[in-house]
């Protein structure tokens, strides 16, 4: 196999931003600040292009859908723009595209395009428990919140960071807080939750898969479940990667939605 945060999910196909390469040494706790921490899981996990092959299995109250998308992500002087086009049966054709803060939909059976906006940021994405506003958020968790590290402590056999992170002034993030679990080694968010400004669980997020990519170590499978929705949740998983890909010109755009 060849591959902000919310989740791997919407990085991977709608965010794009300079990679950096991160030490393979764990650190003890205490040397780093959650800042310092929060730096290298941004600079981790941000890629500068990618085409990625992925699925999405939506349960629902007993019920299973499959999704298979391939994606296109790239930066451009900071902006991150990304193309994803659904491949299983009943979604073939439909297109997401995203350029900056802006979202499209494309369905070619009605041969319609959608401005995705308003009330309609915060509905579950093809009926998945990851919502438009989740794709939407690209820019760096360092930008947006301020950070506190609280504990180290062990989840799944590794030690992790457990980082709360506040909603910084003059910012409004689509979650006012969260709480974010980071390997010590491999700065890779291995749980996340997410909170609004009353501190209610909004969401949370497990990643159940991580793998190396030329030094670095990326989730390839999580999964996102949405605590106001009763019995559902959403996996996303990577099939295929390639790292560094040459996007043929033009084809993130409006044009090849049209």
Same mark, same amino acid.
Do not use: C, H
């Given at each position: 196999m060849n591959v902000k945060l919310k989740s791997l999910f919407m990085k991977l196909i709608f965010s794009a931003l300079l990679p950096a390469a991160v030490g393979g040494a764990a650190a003890e706790a205490g040397e780093l600040s959650a800042e310092e921490i929060m730096n290298r899981v941004d600079d981790n996990q941000h890629l500068v292009s990618a085409r990625v092959e992925s699925e999405m299995i939506i349960e629902d109250r007993g019920r299973e859908i499959k999704k298979e998308m391939k994606s296109y992500i790239r930066t451009d002087n900071g902006r991150s723009d990304g193309l994803s086009e659904f491949l299983n049966p009943r979604d073939r054709g439909t297109k997401y595209l995203k350029l900056g803060d802006d979202m499209w939909m494309y369905f070619p059976d009605a041969e319609d395009l959608v401005h995705i906006s308003g009330h309609m940021l915060r509905q579950g994405m093809m009926g998945s428990d990851f919502s438009y506003e989740d794709i939407l958020e690209s820019d760096k968790l360092t930008e947006l919140y301020t950070f506190e590290l609280e504990k180290t402590e062990i989840l799944d056999d590794r030690e992790t960071y457990v980082i709360y992170a506040t909603a910084a002034k003059q910012q409004e993030?689509?979650?006012?807080?969260?709480?974010?679990?980071?390997?010590?080694?491999?700065?890779?968010?291995?749980?996340?939750?997410?909170?609004?400004?009353?501190?209610?669980?909004?969401? %949370?997020?497990?990643?159940?898969?991580? %793998?190396?990519?030329?030094?670095?170590?990326?989730?390839?499978?999580?999964?996102?479940?949405?605590?106001?929705?009763?019995?559902?949740?959403?996996?996303?998983?990577?099939?295929?990667?390639?790292?560094d890909y040459n996007i043929p010109e033009g084809l993130i755009s409006l044009d090849t939605l049209q």
């Open positions: 993030p689509s979650y006012k807080m969260r709480r974010i679990w980071v390997d010590t080694e491999r700065f890779v968010v291995l749980k996340e939750q997410y909170f609004s400004a009353a501190e209610r669980l909004l969401k %949370e997020l497990i990643t159940k898969r991580v %793998e190396e990519f030329n030094g670095r170590w990326l989730p390839v499978e999580q999964v996102m479940n949405d605590k106001l929705r009763d019995d559902t949740r959403t996996t996303f998983r990577i099939k295929d990667i390639q790292l």
